[in-house]
C-alpha cells in the first residue's frame, strides 16, 4: 500500500488559478483527489499546496491537506515536505506516489502499476511510466517528453529531442512517451531533496535526470496511453466539455 501526494499551487503561467478552476461545478484539484482516491493500492491520500483555498478545497474533496513552503523549486521537493509533516499525524507507507494536481483523468490502474513496478524492484528508489508513442504526437514536440530503458526496464535517459535515432530507419526499437506519474521510496526523499542540480537537468529542464545523473535508478513500467493533463484554457475547456457528457445535469 501506498501513500499518494498530489502537490498543488495556484500559480501557473498559461492557466491562472487552475486548481480551483469549477466549471464542473467543482473544482479540478477534487477531480484529481476523486481520481486518485480509485486507486486500490493508495491508502493515505493528501494534497501539498501553498494556498489555504486549495488546502480547503482538497479537505472538502476527502483528501487531507497538508500546508508547504512556497520557495520549492520542484514537485518532489514539496513532497518531501508534505510526507515529513504527514509522518507526525501517523505512519506513512513505505511507497509514495506523485500524481500532479492537473490530471483530473488519470488512471486509476496506472498508480497501481507504478506502485506494483517499484515493490517490484526493490534495488530501485524510484519509478515512472512510459506509453508506446502513438500517431497523435509529434516526435519533434518539445513538450512531450520520450525515453529509453535498459534490458531490465530501469531509464536509462529523459529527453525533450527525439530519442532513440534510429539512423538506419530499422525499426528495431520501440519510442516510448513519458508519463508523468513518480513513486519513491519514502527513505529516497531526503536523499533526492540533498542532490545537487546537474547539468542535464539544467539543459533539458527535467528534474529526473538529476536522479539518474547522480547514479540513482528509475524502474520504468509501461502501460497504455496515458490520459491527459491540463496545462491550457484549451485543454481544461475540453476536460470539461467531456465531464458534462458523461455526467449529465
Known sequence: MALAVIPARLASERLPGKPLLDETGRPLIAHVVDAVRRAASIDRLAVATDDARIAAAAESAGAEAVMTRDDHANGTSRIAEAVDTLERSGPVPDLVVNVQGDEPEVDPAHIDALIAALAADPDAPMATLAAAWSAEHDPANPNV?????????????????????????????????????????????????????????????????????????????????????????????????????????
Request: glycine fraction near 4%; proline fraction near 8%; hydrophobic fraction near 45%.
Open 145 to 249: 517528453v520520450k525515453l529509453v530503458t535498459d534490458a531490465a526496464g530501469r531509464a536509462l535517459y529523459f529527453s525533450r529531442a527525439p530519442i532513440p535515432h534510429d539512423r538506419d530507419a530499422s525499426n528495431a526499437v520501440r519510442r516510448l512517451h513519458h508519463v508523468g506519474l513518480y513513486a519513491y521510496r519514502r527513505a529516497f526523499l531526503p536523499v533526492y531533496i540533498a542532490l545537487s542540480p546537474t547539468p542535464l537537468e539544467r539543459a533539458e529542464r527535467l528534474e529526473q535526470l538529476r536522479v539518474l545523473e547522480h547514479g540513482h535508478a528509475i524502474r520504468v513500467a509501461e502501460v497504455a496511453q496515458a490520459r491527459p493533463g491540463i496545462d491550457t484554457p484549451e485543454q481544461y475547456a475540453a476536460f470539461v466539455a467531456r465531464y458534462k457528457a458523461a455526467h449529465p445535469a
